[in-house]
């Protein structure tokens, strides 16, 4: 969730979090108003990353984020529309 909320500050200046709990996972869901991800395949490229340099002078921008999220998440969706911003989904079952 924090490599998701980074993300949303990062790229898109805010956004929200929405947490559902449920007895067998966690439903997470990140969304922001920002200028959407071009290219969802290249965004989850470790390494690849278009954060400004304000951000990789503060230790972030590293281009981890949504490898990471995918990495440590039994699911994970991304909606993007250019000019109106990101969802990210992510369930963790336990």
Sequence with gaps: MYEAELNAVIHAGGGRAEVEIYPDHIQIKVIDNGPGIP????????????????????????????????????????????????ALSIVIKF
């Design 39 to 86: 290219d969802v395949g290249l965004a989850m490229q470790e390494g690849w990353s278009t954060a400004p340099d304000i951000a990789r002078e503060m230790g972030f921008g590293a281009g981890m984020g949504l490898p990471n999220i995918k990495k440590n998440s039994d699911d994970m969706n991304i909606e993007t529309k250019i000019g109106q911003g990101t």
